[in-house]
């Protein structure tokens, strides 16, 4: 039943397009006012213009009634009131709870470690008392890299 209203559909659409396609745009009246040749068609003058408007009107209702209905079908399907679907592509599977695999012993994959490892112990730098004019010590958890440069004698002023 769905596969034909499937099939139906995409016919619908499809002569919705090749009728749309048909019909004139609102700028060909004034084309027919210098000799179009409207009269010699097979409809007559204006009946044309009355059959590919009614035939589109009604396969547009057709195209919206099939396409709410199968929204609604589709909507049912899924909450389940007709019942499980087992040719549908996501079908819900019940879920079972697992116990965990047990190691095998493989020596190509390590363990995970299973709690935390300690914090490191806090260094604390004594606090000694600087005396006038010394010069502070850098703090004993950074690596000296470079000793400073000796301070150079100023000349006296005046000079």
Same mark, same amino acid.
């Given at each position: 039943?769905?596969?034909?209203?499937?099939?139906?559909?995409?016919l619908?659409? #499809?002569?919705?397009?090749?009728? #749309?396609?048909?019909?004139?745009?609102?700028?060909?009246q004034?084309?027919?006012?210098?000799?179009?040749?409207?009269?010699?068609?097979?409809?007559?003058?204006?009946?044309?213009?009355?059959?590919?408007?009614?035939?589109?009107?009604?396969?547009? #209702?057709a195209?919206?009634?099939i396409?709410?209905?199968?929204?609604?079908?589709?909507?049912?399907?899924?909450?389940?009131?007709?019942?499980p679907?087992t040719?549908?592509?996501?079908?819900?599977?019940?879920?079972?709870?697992t116990?965990?695999?047990?190691?095998?012993g493989?020596?190509a994959?390590p363990?995970? *470690?299973?709690?935390?490892?300690a914090?490191?112990?806090?260094?604390?730098?004594?606090?000694?008392?600087?005396?006038?004019?010394?010069?502070?010590?850098?703090p004993a958890?950074?690596?000296?890299?470079?000793?400073?440069? *000796?301070?150079?004698?100023?000349?006296p002023?005046?000079?």
């Amino acid at each position: 039943m769905l596969l034909l209203l499937n099939v139906i559909y995409v016919l619908i659409a #499809i002569a919705m397009i090749v009728l #749309i396609l048909m019909q004139r745009g609102a700028g060909a009246q004034a084309g027919s006012g210098f000799g179009g040749g409207a009269s010699a068609t097979v409809f007559g003058s204006r009946g044309s213009a009355n059959f590919l408007s009614k035939a589109t009107k009604w396969l547009a #209702i057709a195209f919206f009634a099939i396409s709410l209905f199968m929204a609604w079908q589709a909507t049912r399907r899924a909450t389940g009131e007709t019942g499980p679907s087992t040719s549908g592509v996501m079908a819900e599977v019940p879920a079972v709870p697992t116990a965990p695999a047990p190691s095998t012993g493989n020596a190509a994959v390590p363990a995970a *470690p299973t709690q935390a490892p300690a914090p490191a112990p806090a260094t604390t730098v004594p606090q000694v008392p600087a005396e006038q004019g010394a010069v502070p010590a850098p703090p004993a958890t950074a690596p000296a890299t470079q000793s400073p440069e *000796p301070a150079k004698p100023q000349p006296p002023a005046g000079g």
